[in-house]
């Protein structure tokens, strides 16, 4: 099973990977191929575009494995929009090739979410700064790749439940989906 976890920055996919690395074989687009971090000013839609259906050919043909990816398909959507400031047709018309092509495999998706508020908090603890029209486009731009997908998703807000319990609820709707 290919297993991605998505969501904007700051909501908890590192933990939530750290998590369940010890029953996923981790891999991270965004640390994989560092040209698809800190791209506000690059058009990396296409290139992005290529990995994503070089792995959703991998998902399909080769693996016999657990995989866990860390950010995908939702991501790029949403990053390419809002911060590349790509033409939002072609960056949802890439994501929905993606996403036809991932759902005819065993992949599932979580996608986590939590405030405005809740992000804030965590961003200080980082020193980083974060702008609440971002995080508000973002959102909407998750909100329209998860009601989109065509593969089996969970939405799980970080901010209502403690690391222990998203790990707890992740592990349930994999295990639902696998019996």
């Known amino acids: 099973m290919f297993l991605i976890i998505e969501g904007i920055h700051n909501t908890g996919k590192t933990t939530l990977v750290e998590s369940l690395s010890n029953k996923f074989k981790v891999f991270s687009c965004r640390r994989a191929f560092p040209d698809l971090v800190d791209s506000a000013n690059a058009q990396v839609t296409d290139f992005s575009f290529g990995v994503n259906c070089s792995i959703s050919w991998f998902a399909k043909e080769l693996s016999t494995n657990d995989v866990l990816f860390?950010?995908?398909?939702?991501?790029?959507?949403?990053?390419?929009?809002?911060?590349?400031?790509?033409?939002?047709?072609?960056?949802?018309?890439?994501?929905?090739?993606?996403?036809?092509a991932l759902s005819k495999c065993n992949v599932r998706v979580i996608v986590l979410t939590c405030s405005y508020d809740i992000m804030l908090s965590r961003l200080?603890?980082?020193?980083?700064?974060?702008?609440?029209?971002?995080?508000?486009?973002?959102?909407?731009?998750?909100?329209?790749?998860?009601?989109?997908?065509?593969?089996?998703?969970?939405?799980?807000?970080?901010?209502?439940?403690?690391?222990?319990e998203v790990c707890d609820i992740a592990l349930e709707f994999i295990q639902r989906d696998i019996s």
């Open 70 to 100: 860390d950010r995908l398909h939702m991501s790029e959507y949403a990053y390419s929009t809002v911060i590349r400031h790509a033409d939002e047709i072609k960056a949802f018309k890439h994501f929905r090739m993606i996403d036809t």
């Open 124 to 164: 200080q603890e980082k020193n980083s700064k974060y702008c609440k029209d971002d995080y508000d486009t973002l959102t909407l731009a998750f909100e329209k790749a998860h009601n989109a997908t065509l593969i089996p998703s969970v939405l799980i807000d970080t901010g209502s439940f403690s690391k222990l």
